[in-house]
């Protein structure tokens, strides 16, 4: 089974077949039933928008455009855009706002070239994002960091919500993803008091069991 391949899905069923001799290929029509599915499902769920973050990418004026405001805070959460370019997102458009002054928060096992770069890098135990992403939004919630004229007027459920990630504080995030506390309340408080904040998607949260739930 593999997921979007844009232009290198056709290679893949012939590799298999020279190499393993497997009868077995699935491509389900749409490959991004695996991946990019998931991901533009949870946002419409959660946000009511297919979203990704403003680099000025869809301004023809780009930095000069006055509507324009670079986000304060970036969070790269399990993906390498500046190799990678994943779904047209050029990682290139996250250097140009880092010159421009943007703190990044990079999230991934790896030591990257962007995780060398960043204000913070948390060195994340493999298949354990939900956890901190529970983690930072139970730090969030209780420091009263986030929009509360939003939630009162716009979600449903805060309560449950808040509720529920209780269960992750960072002293518990940590034991299971081997991140010290210390970095994910730095990384929650970076995040929520940065106005505007992005996330530059991956697969991080969107290949789990608990990943729409979660993001």
Known sequence: MIGTGRNTCFQVPYLVYAGFGSPNFALGFLSGDACYLPRAAQQIVMQGIFSVMDASQMFEKRYDDEEWVRPECIIVWGNNPVASNADSYFGHWITDCMKLGSKLIVIDP??????????????????????????????????????????????????DLA??????????????????KEQIIAAARMYATSKPASIQWGLALDMQITGIASA
């Open 163 to 180: 509720e529920r990630v209780a269960q992750y504080p960072p002293e518990v995030a940590a034991e299971i993803t081997w991140i010290p």
């Open 110 to 159: 790896s030591l990257t070239w962007l995780a060398s770069k960043a204000d913070l890098w948390l060195q994340i135990r493999p298949g354990t994002d939900c956890a901190l992403a529970m983690s930072m939004m139970d730090v969030i919630i209780k420091e009263g960091l986030y929009d509360k004229d939003f939630v009162e007027k716009w979600t449903y459920g805060f309560e």
